[in-house]
């Protein structure tokens, strides 16, 4: 075969794999438009609503004002990187206003804004009032994928200028993830081609066992020397005093791993105790959401999809009515909303 055929050869070759990948792109983007892949629809969520941003502690945000559909629900941030409403920077006096930091778990992943827990709160305070207060806000600053060290970041970065009367922390336990770095996807990030290609890898990769199954990665990230196990018991006492420097009060929400909350023993009992008592030494109230969240059915019955573990609208109903009772039992009155509103 002389040289002139070999190249010919080879330019055929080239035009057939780009045909075959541009048609697999093309089919992927049309079965995955309207999906409930988790793998695939967290991709779609990093590239189409996420920004990097220049802060370490931070590494990502949201982008202000953009939407997408995600797990078959609508999406929409707002002009302030939240999934929420919009709200004014300056609460008014007569309002009482929670900023709910959190992860996937507090965004709402999988369920319609107002499933979410924040909203579910909102609407339960507001039907039963804080005494004191005209109307309750609770602004969802939850962020996939967040660990603790970033929602402080955020809280720090951004929430702090809505004035909050109550901040929620709502802690998960692979909070203490070391912070990634986040770069823009470019070109070749945006391709569903190579998004599915990577997610399906990875999923083989576990299924033969070339790497730990979910349950044992969570708990090594509290074992001593885990680099991102002391930067968020940082960001816990950081957390404190910024809130305390707001004259905000500040809750952490424990909210349970769904797989296995039946029974008498959690799973992550032991890794929970250790955060409970870096932020009882911080002075911060602790709220442990599991047993609100027992009894009501299978596991899989607050779960988002049978595959993906993500609470409901049903367990994001059961989370706030545990919040509810705390926040009735210790919110200050109208008057201490009112000199925070001025200050």
């Known amino acids: 075969m002389n040289f002139r055929q070999s190249t010919v050869n080879l330019a055929l070759l080239a035009a057939v794999v780009l045909f075959f990948c541009g048609a697999m792109e093309l089919a992927l983007r049309v079965i995955f438009a309207r999906s409930l892949d988790f793998s695939m629809e967290m991709w779609k969520y990093a590239v189409q609503l996420k920004r990097p941003v220049?802060?370490?502690k931070l590494s990502f945000a949201h982008a202000p004002n953009r939407s997408a559909v995600?797990?078959?629900v609508p999406v929409a941030i707002n002009s302030h990187g939240l999934r929420d409403h919009e709200y004014s920077e300056q609460k008014p006096a007569d309002v009482y206003r929670i900023v709910m930091l959190g992860?996937?778990?507090t965004f709402g992943w999988g369920v319609p804004l107002e499933?979410?827990?924040?909203?579910?709160l909102e609407r339960d305070l507001n039907r039963t009032g804080i005494p004191g207060y005209a109307r309750v806000e609770v602004l969802n600053a939850g962020v996939g994928n967040y660990g603790t060290v970033q929602e402080v970041a955020h809280y720090r970065t951004f929430d702090r200028i809505f004035h909050p009367n109550l901040v929620v922390l709502v802690y998960f336990i692979n909070d203490p993830e070391p912070v990634p770095v986040e770069r823009s996807p470019g070109l070749l990030g945006r391709s569903y081609l190579l998004a599915f290609t990577v997610s399906r890898y990875?999923?083989?990769?576990?299924?033969v066992g070339r790497r730990p199954p979910w349950y044992e990665y969570y708990a090594r990230l509290y074992d001593e020397g885990q680099p991102g196990l002391r930067p968020a018991e940082d960001a816990l006492g950081e957390l404190a005093?910024?809130?305390?420097?707001?004259?905000?009060?500040?809750?952490?929400?424990?909210?349970?791993?769904?797989?296995q909350i039946e029974g008498i023993s959690y799973r992550f009992a032991r890794e929970q105790r250790k955060i409970e008592d870096v932020l009882a030494a911080d002075g911060i109230p602790v709220v442990d959401l599991i047993e609100g969240l027992r009894g009501h059915g299978p596991e899989s019955s607050l779960w988002v999809t049978p595959a993906d573990p993500h609470p409901n609208g049903k367990a994001n109903a059961l989370i706030a009515a545990q919040m509810e009772a705390w926040i009735l039992a210790n919110a200050k009155t109208g008057s201490a909303g009112a000199r925070h509103?001025?200050?």
């Open 341 to 343: 509103a001025r200050r």
């Open 115 to 120: 499933e979410t827990a924040a909203k579910i």
């Open 54 to 56: 220049a802060d370490p």
């Open 70 to 72: 995600l797990m078959g």
């Open 103 to 105: 992860d996937s778990t």
């Open 241 to 259: 005093a910024l809130t305390r420097a707001d004259g905000a009060a500040l809750l952490a929400a424990m909210l349970p791993e769904l797989h």
């Open 202 to 207: 990875d999923a083989l990769l576990r299924f």
